[in-house]
């Protein structure tokens, strides 16, 4: 049985000092992975966790909070900030890069929530950035909600409401753009799925391989004809299989097209779809995709 489904993704930016522990980011990566699987088709959502640590590559010439605000904070959708006992390295821009992070996705306009682990401080714990993580907790009280969490348990339970939250806010704007024009059909949009398969090598070695797909939806009320789209950059992404003119498209239902990805494929790109409605009108919608 096919568990595939068409869904808009989110990038969850991860930010934190160097103190949270690995363990603490593999819980968060769980529970994402747990909350797509059991709440990702009913929002037709899917959120990808990053973090600089794993997802950034080394550049020379720049600034590192300049490489880390272009290449994953400026296209994440939300960010979770993660404190413990340190407030991180400060410098001339900013007291840390996690306070930095926080205050850019801010002022962008996206969702940040700011946890605090309540777990016993070690013993070598550096007293001066207690005393700076303190402070720097009080003076964003006016403007941030700060919960904390003290195990396993709670943490998935944070990162459970803040996923849940964040969904239901999407779904309400979506319902908002189809009710606040009804005489508007929303036609085609283009969209990236992906289908996972296990396979096993000549080794023995189970390998987990994911197949990455443009598909094309008809959101409106009415058959759309005609359709064709184009995506822009297409450099090392080539479309593989049929890629002639769709004839006719009813409403509510897709058709997808396999992609080819490689290492010089574009972390994101424009696709624009083109068709005709009933009444005989050239329409065009254009969506920034990430296959990531």
């Known amino acids: 049985m096919s568990m595939a489904y068409a869904s808009t993704t989110l990038h969850l930016l991860i930010s934190a000092p160097q103190d949270i522990t690995e363990g603490d980011r593999a819980?968060?990566?769980?529970?994402?992975?747990?909350?797509?699987?059991?709440?990702?088709?009913?929002f037709q959502l899917t959120v990808l966790p990053?973090?600089?640590?794993e997802h950034a590559s080394?550049?020379?010439?720049e600034h590192p909070q300049d490489v880390i605000n272009r290449q994953l904070l400026d296209d994440a959708d939300l960010a979770l900030a993660i404190?413990?006992?340190r407030l991180g390295t400060g410098s001339e821009r900013a007291l840390s890069g996690t306070a930095e992070e926080i205050e850019r996705m801010a002022e962008a306009g996206k969702t940040v929530s700011v946890l605090h682990c309540a777990r016993a401080v070690p013993g070598n714990s550096n007293l001066e950035q207690q005393i700076a993580l303190r402070d720097y907790l009080a003076s964003i009280?006016?403007?941030?909600?700060?919960?904390?969490?003290?195990?396993?348990?709670?943490?998935?339970?944070?990162?459970?409401?803040?996923?849940?939250?964040?969904?239901t806010q999407f779904m309400a704007k979506v319902s908002d753009s189809k009710t606040g024009s009804p005489d508007q059909d929303l036609g085609v949009w283009p969209s990236v799925d992906f289908r996972e398969r296990v396979e096993t090598?000549?080794?023995?070695?189970?390998?987990t391989r994911r197949s990455h797909y443009i598909v094309l939806t008809n959101k409106g009320t009415s058959p759309a004809r005609d359709i064709s789209f184009s995506i822009d950059p297409d450099d090392g992404m080539i479309l593989r299989g049929d890629s002639e003119d769709i004839e006719v498209l009813a409403p509510e239902g897709d058709i997808r097209f396999p992609l080819a990805l490689s290492m010089g494929s574009p972390s994101k790109f424009n696709c624009t779809v083109k068709w005709t409605?009933?009444?005989?009108?050239?329409?065009?919608n254009v969506a920034t995709l990430r296959p990531i």
């Open 27 to 42: 819980i968060i990566e769980r529970s994402v992975s747990r909350w797509n699987f059991n709440y990702g088709r009913q």
């Open 50 to 53: 990053i973090w600089w640590g």
């Open 58 to 61: 080394a550049e020379f010439g």
């Open 83 to 85: 404190f413990w006992t």
């Open 141 to 167: 009280k006016t403007k941030a909600l700060v919960m904390s969490y003290a195990n396993e348990a709670e943490l998935i339970s944070r990162v459970d409401n803040l996923l849940s939250r964040q969904a």
């Open 201 to 207: 090598d000549q080794k023995g070695r189970v390998r």
């Open 277 to 284: 409605d009933p009444n005989g009108s050239a329409r065009e």
